[in-house]
């Protein structure tokens, strides 16, 4: 029996003209979702206090030294001892933004509803810069030889011994302890702190027998699940968040050219792979809240997607910061 072929008399609604592609007329259907770049939620900003600031662009704290004890003795006056004051300062001058600008037309033919989902995304985005931010000045303050009085002491700063040892999970266990062990002899309080370190560090030290073997630890991680909670005794994160370039302010867009010479990176602070974080390490002045606006300009015919916010931070306590480093 004779096989009847039509495929010759076919008819390709999706054919332009009867010739060509047979689904050159095809529409391409949206599905409505739009992805952003993959993000952590904010880690570093929630350990500390954004202290309003209006009416000026500086804001101080200050610090007091220890007092003097002294011998008494019957029939003499008590000797008098002095207390050193000092103080700090932060100072909020630059304010940072994300914009979009959207002409007319583009925003009636706009099948993504750009303009509704951008403030989403500039929160995001500032969120993560605000993190960055201030891991460089907790890494400020942990290199930070010397308190605001003589009686409080600088950071604490422990480095590997050799190129290399930041990958040997034995050096990386060693080097935590000698960081925290540091710490405690300057009384320094646990109360809501976190050592945060880098991916390589975070995954050394998931290999470190001594932190997730069950006969030094209780529940303290598990390897396969790759999670270990704590290290030196202090609750252990992990950030991709240090500045671990060097930044000399001379690149557009680089925290140190944004925020001027107090927020730069060295090659030192560039191998930064941990740092602790305390509440009390920085001050942190705000002196705009993170505020999102979409406005309508009549004269440019064009909408604006605008997410603004001035703050700045400052070393406070560096006896309260320590960090990391690797050797290069």
């Avoid at 008819?11 to 979702?33: M, T, V």
Wanted: hydrophobic share 40%; glycine share 8%.
């Amino acid at each position: 029996m004779a096989v009847l072929d039509y495929s010759g008399y076919l008819n390709h609604p999706g054919q332009l003209n009867l010739a060509g592609d047979e689904f050159a007329l095809a529409i391409e259907k949206f599905d409505g979702r739009v992805k952003n770049s993959a993000m952590w939620a904010q880690q570093v900003a929630p350990f500390f206090t954004f202290t309003p600031l209006t009416g000026t662009t500086t804001m101080s704290n200050a610090s007091m030294g220890n007092a003097t004890i002294s011998k008494v003795t019957g029939g003499v006056e008590p000797s008098a001892g002095t207390v050193e004051m000092g103080r700090q300062i932060v100072t909020v001058e630059t304010p940072i933004i994300c914009r979009t600008i959207i002409s007319m037309l583009e925003d009636v033919q706009d099948r993504l509803s750009v303009r509704s989902r951008l403030p989403e995304n500039y929160g995001r985005e500032i969120q993560k810069h605000e993190d960055r931010v201030l891991l460089v000045k907790a890494v400020q303050a942990a290199r930070t030889a010397s308190g605001p009085v003589s009686d409080i002491p600088g950071g604490t700063v422990k480095t590997y011994s050799a190129a290399g040892d930041e990958d040997d999970p034995t050096a990386a266990q060693n080097l935590v302890l000698s960081l925290t062990r540091a710490m405690d002899e300057k009384e320094v309080p646990r109360d809501n702190a976190m050592l945060m370190v880098d991916p390589e560090t975070y995954y050394t030290l998931l290999q470190a027998d001594k932190l997730l073997n069950a006969d030094y630890n209780l529940g303290n991680g598990d390897f396969a699940s790759v999670k270990i909670f704590r290290a030196g005794n202090f609750p252990l994160m992990m950030t991709n968040r240090f500045q671990q370039t060097v930044d000399d302010g001379t690149t557009a867009g680089t925290i140190g050219n944004l925020y001027g010479s107090e927020y730069l990176t060295d090659a030192t602070g560039a191998n930064v792979k941990g740092c602790i974080i305390t509440n009390e390490e920085l001050m942190v002045a705000e002196a705009i809240p993170l505020t999102p606006k979409v406005w309508w300009s009549d004269q440019l015919l064009c909408w604006f997607i605008d997410a603004f916010k001035a703050f700045g931070a400052a070393v406070d306590r560096a006896d309260y910061a320590g960090a990391l480093f690797k050797t290069t």
